[in-house]
């Protein structure tokens, strides 16, 4: 039976719903039991409940308040019921729950002062006794809310492993006895680390998202960005804390250009600079300036500076590449990788010429550990073309469309540069 135009604007609102408090209602659960598998059964459940609710009664006022209480509700009946999503449920601290009225969680949910539960959560998320990919595949589902199908793309893995892994990870961090809060002060130097480059994570995959949807997630970038100024304030002296905050909002500023009106991701050297975002822009220097008074530049901090270049400069053409290339080689120094050789190879073409870039490069794109690394490619095609060896140029761009991670740069890059038969 077709959607009437209520049933489809209530359907909307519970995608856009999911999408703004997924992680909330998922995070203010998981503190209260104590369990991220129960918290994301009762929430799941919440809302399937929505879908039916929202098309016969309309969207409620407060759709993340009464997706909060509808799911603490599910929780509790499970539990009192022996449901399975509670089943491993530390039962004396759910049942200390349990045993008072509700009351307060749904009046602080209802009237929106319930506090937000995302910064405990992410930390959770983030916990050292966690693999790295594990942390970021955790909170790109619970805190951001990314699907399983989302993440395994991202990482290139199939669905079924990625659900394996987040699987084994909820099970962990339930039988370490892991709590979803902010850690103690002594800890929490230990864990920022790890935290910054999550958040980091979250905000590259919306900025470059990945498989055939759209070229930006911007839920992804504001989310990142949110949870970039939730750290800030948590840690105000600590300057690459405020140099990841920096650095995203800069790159944030030039969303609004990257993409035509058609859907192309369109170069910066093409991008219509009036579009980019200025009050974004001044913002990330500002906070970029204060960060670097605090004590040396680390890794954030210099690509920030990088971003602010990039930001201030009026046109592609007379940006300060000798600086940016300078800047790379200090951050190549401090925090080596072969994807920074490849930013820095760009840099010094456009500032000594395609030759000079090409000796940075070429001896990464023989190494060969980022073969299947699309921007590589691209750079190296680049390049290729400032020096003037355009058919060479033609073989890496066609190698940077069969490794692009966005299907509309894909077809860009094919677009511009060959013919995809």
Partial sequence: MAAGPDGVAGATRLERAFREEWGAVVATLARRLGDLQAAEDAAAEAFAAAAAAWARDGVP???????TVTAWRKAVDAYRAGGAQTASVDPQLLGQVTAAPAADLEEQAMTG??????????????HPALAEEVRVALTLRFVAGLTTREIAAAFVVPEATLAQRLVRAKRKIRE????????????LAERLRSVRAVVYLVFNEGFASGGDGELIRRDLCEEAIWLGRLLGRLFPEDGETAGLLALMLLHQSRAAARVSADGR???LAEQDRSLWDAALVSEGVAVLDRALTRHGPGPYQLQAAIAALHGQAGSFESTDWAQIALLYGALARLDPSPVVEVNRAVAVGMA???LAGLAVLVPVVAAGTLDQYGPLHAAHGFLLEKAGYPERARGAWARAAEFAGNAALRDELLRRHGDPL
């Fill in 61 to 67: 006022p407060n759709p993340g308040g009464w997706l």
């Fill in 113 to 126: 002062t319930l506090g937000d539960d995302r910064l405990g959560l992410i930390f959770a998320c983030c």
């Fill in 176 to 187: 370490s006895g892991i709590k979803f809060g902010v850690p103690p002060q002594h800890r």
């Fill in 265 to 267: 991701p369109v170069p």
């Fill in 352 to 354: 000594d010429g395609g």
